[in-house]
């Protein structure tokens, strides 16, 4: 690319997501859109994250001269619901109720775009989720750590939502809210070198 030292903008405020950059060697500028969610209203849970992952990058990227801006979004789908962040205590305990021992599928969307070649690339990762079997007990104490209502899917598998997820099927960085495989294709579709972000971050 010949582009020392590319800047790596970070389009959301989520912790989890800058951990996941951060321990995989990125630097990232935290920059949160802001951006309205309510105003997308699509039925279909890819274009619903690749949608709002690309609206975020793009009201970030509005305001910067240049450097990759990286949006993303994500879903959680459990018999055929699609479901975001839990409004309250309330909803989180019902919606475990109705997923404990179910399957769901984990919709992540990334829209990364590229200010110094003038290039949108826009994707989406699949991971399916097997939830555990718990009781009523054990839901009301997770969802009063808070934990879940901060997370789309209501639960955290890097964290205390971890014990309550029997399995993973696919990418489990894409739960945690960014597909580390993803993210480097998306990079060498570019044609960035990784190591360019590592250096930037060893200087």
């Not at 989890?16 to 995989?24: E, P, V």
């Not at 009523?136 to 997820?165: K, M």
Request: net charge negative.
């Amino acid at each position: 690319m010949g582009i020392s030292n590319p800047k790596l903008i970070l389009a959301s405020a989520s912790p989890a997501r800058l951990s996941l950059l951060q321990n995989a060697g990125f630097a990232p500028i935290v920059c949160p859109s802001d951006f309205d969610e309510s105003q997308i209203q699509l039925s279909h849970p890819e274009e619903l994250v690749q949608t709002l992952a690309l609206r975020k990058a793009e009201t970030v990227a509005a305001l910067q001269a240049d450097g990759l801006v990286l949006g993303c979004d994500s879903v959680l789908v459990v018999g055929g619901e699609i479901h975001g962040k839990p409004a309250d205590e309330a909803e989180a305990i019902a919606r475990w109720q109705r997923m404990r021992g179910q399957i769901g599928d984990l919709y992540t969307g990334h829209a990364l775009i590229d200010k110094y070649q003038q290039r949108t690339l826009v994707r989406c990762q699949v991971t399916r989720v097997h939830f555990a079997e718990i009781s009523d007990r054990q839901i009301a104490e997770y969802i009063a750590t808070g934990e879940p209502l901060a997370c789309a899917g209501c639960f955290a598998i890097d964290g205390r939502g971890g014990l309550f997820i029997e399995k993973l099927v696919g990418c489990h960085s894409n739960v945690i809210g960014l597909s580390l495989p993803l993210w480097r294709q998306m990079l060498n579709e570019l044609d960035y070198a990784i190591a360019d972000f590592w250096q930037s971050v060893d200087q």
